[in-house]
């Protein structure tokens, strides 16, 4: 019974962190800096032991729905209702870069475990690969019919996951060149970002229980794919 009981989650404390909701929160890298994002339009950092309050960002117009770290833990992302992408350097703690991100709100961002490379996805229907390093655009997805609510890189990098109000859950081959973890200082300071629109072809998807998985022809446009759903298909072939 000891043993069973070690492995069931306890609570250990609260911090009164924000003035609305919470809409995200998350460790660090190494597990000692909390990090959330709140309906107060603030980004803000905490030490997790003391659970004094180190850093607050105020540079969204609206609803912090999403943010994250850096893989190297120097800097973090977050995505907006304001439909904007902001990072920021958190030795200097200034606004390292700045997107226009979306036409609608954002609401998750996920780094590629490089580094190298961010995602986002939005109530407009799209994803977004980004280029961190040269802060630009590098792909606008076209899978999901409505919102995009949820994004996320596999651990090794190779894949990465959507979710969206369409009841889907896709997968997607990444095909991104990839280093080693990367530091942030190797982000350049810049803002915005034009980059390619491409159609892409879905790896998988998992919809709900009385539709049907059907295999289709692969491609070799990244993010690649393989399979999709029944007559979905039809409509993510079609163009623009």
Same mark, same amino acid.
């Given at each position: ?18 003035? /609305? ?55 973090? $992302? ?88 369409? $009841? ?41 229980? /009385? ?10 446009? $990244? ?18």
């Amino acid at each position: 019974m000891k043993g069973k009981d070690r492995l069931v989650p306890k609570f250990l404390t609260s911090i009164c962190a924000h003035n /609305n909701w919470v809409r995200s929160a998350s460790f660090s890298p190494d597990s000692r800096i909390l990090l959330s994002g709140s309906e107060d339009k603030s980004v803000k950092l905490w030490d997790f032991t003391t659970k004094k309050e180190l850093l607050c960002f105020n540079d969204h117009t609206d609803t912090v729905r999403s943010c994250i770290f850096h893989p190297d833990g120097t800097s973090v $992302a977050s995505g907006s209702a304001d439909t904007k992408i902001k990072l920021w350097d958190l030795r200097s703690k200034r606004l390292l870069q700045h997107y226009d991100a979306h036409d609608e709100q954002v609401n998750k961002v996920s780094f590629h475990p490089s580094g190298l490379y961010l995602l986002s996805a939005s109530n407009d229907s799209t994803i977004k690969v980004w280029d961190v390093r040269q802060g630009s655009l590098l792909y606008t997805l076209y899978g999901h019919e409505g919102g995009v609510s949820a994004v996320e890189f596999s651990q090794c990098g190779d894949y990465f996951a959507s979710g969206g109000e369409d $009841a889907m859950v896709m997968t997607w081959r990444s095909n991104l060149e990839t280093e080693d973890v990367q530091s942030s200082e190797g982000l350049i300071n810049v803002g915005g970002g034009f980059g390619a629109t491409i159609k892409p072809n879905i790896q998988t998807c998992l919809v709900s229980e /009385n539709q049907k998985l059907s295999q289709r022809g692969a491609s070799n446009i $990244a993010p690649s794919a393989m399979k999709s759903i029944g007559d979905k298909t039809d409509r993510l072939m079609s163009p623009f």
